[in-house]
């Protein structure tokens, strides 16, 4: 009878050391899995942050751009109202959604803007402010073009570490932060192609 007790004692303590086990083991995988979704939230937020970076060289170069060109089309004064209009647009976005969507805009209003001068004003070739601006123009939308990569590789890391079970517990209880982010997609098979700078 003693044996017996002694032994039920034992399994008593066996039972709750490996209960103990299991629960460390459960904290070490949520505090893991937090700071995992942690480091993915920041990258996100840090290649969103270059694209942003880009997006306003690309913002503040814009009216120089547009009074370069102004001279020599007086009567583009709709296009260039356009691109103008669009600009303000993309200014006063706050959302990433929002951004998105008034930067593909902007981006098909430019498009169009710099088609129509190059076929139209040949003469605007040989200014070389405007050859400035246009290398400018290019130089920072391949740089747009590398980051909006980045950013969406990121996106997909972090969306898919939210979505996949059992990381996606953790994200719940996180809270709005911690929600499916917006990939940085382009709108059109027009937009899908970079802005076209060369006269």
Not at 45 to 54: L, N
Not at 105 to 123: H, Q
Not at 125 to 152: C, M, V, W
Request: net charge positive; with cysteine.
């Amino acid at each position: 009878m003693k044996n017996l007790l002694i032994s039920g004692g034992a399994v008593a303590l066996i039972v709750i050391a490996i209960l103990l086990v299991l629960v460390i083991a459960v904290v070490a995988w949520w505090i893991s899995t937090s700071n995992k979704l942690v480091r993915l939230k920041n990258k996100v937020e840090e290649a969103w942050a270059t694209i942003d970076v880009y997006l306003k060289k690309r913002f503040d170069l814009i009216p120089n751009l547009v009074e370069t060109v102004k001279g020599y089309t007086k009567h583009e004064s709709e296009t260039l109202e356009k691109v103008v209009t669009a600009r303000n647009i993309a200014g006063k976005a706050v959302t990433s959604e929002e951004k998105i969507l008034a930067e593909n805009n902007l981006s098909s209003s430019l498009r169009t803007f710099l088609n129509v001068v190059s076929e139209s004003y040949p003469d605007l070739k040989a200014n070389t402010n405007f050859l400035d601006l246009q290398n400018q123009l290019k130089s920072i939308e391949g740089e747009l073009e590398g980051s909006r990569r980045y950013y969406n590789g990121t996106v997909k890391s972090f969306n898919t570490t939210i979505e996949v079970f059992p990381s996606c517990i953790v994200a719940q209880r996180k809270g709005e932060d911690y929600k499916k982010r917006p990939y940085f997609e382009l709108d059109g098979e027009e937009e899908r192609k970079n802005v076209k700078v060369s006269f």
